[in-house]
Nanobody
Framework: QVQLVESGGGLVQPGGSLRLSCAAS????????MRWYRQAPGKQRELVAK???????IYEDSVKGRFAISRDNANNMVYLQMNSLKPEDTATYYC?????????WGQGTQVTVSS
């Protein structure tokens, strides 16, 4: 079992920044890929970014150059730094990992970008 707890969401004006955090209840040293997803109202959940154990990253096209995913294997944390936020980034953001045959999700953290 893996528990994931996201934090750091909130209300921010367009152009602002937020840093999301995801704390894992187990060591993430053996977790190959860690991911951030988001889901806006009425839309499907989409992959935002993912990071490998050695730090290789992949981003969804709309966030390239604005978001940065990172992981701290020593402290079992993964982060999503979000800059130059836009109203279309408004969504609930979820941390996600696969371990064995199971996939795990956090409860999500709400990000609202509005003036």
């Amino acid at each position: 079992q893996v528990q994931l707890v996201e934090s750091g969401g909130g209300l921010v004006q367009p152009g602002g920044s937020l840093r999301l955090s995801c704390a894992a209840s187990v060591s993430i040293n053996s977790i190959a890929i860690m991911r951030w997803y988001r889901q806006a109202p009425g839309k499907q959940r989409e992959l935002v970014a993912k990071i490998s154990r050695i730090g290789r990253t992949i981003y969804e096209d709309s966030v390239k150059g604005r978001f940065a995913i990172s992981r701290d294997n020593a402290n079992n944390m993964v982060y999503l730094q979000m800059n130059s936020l836009k109203p279309e980034d408004t969504a609930t953001y979820y941390c996600n990992v696969d371990m064995g045959d199971s996939t795990y999700w956090g409860q999500g953290t709400q990000v609202t970008v509005s003036s």
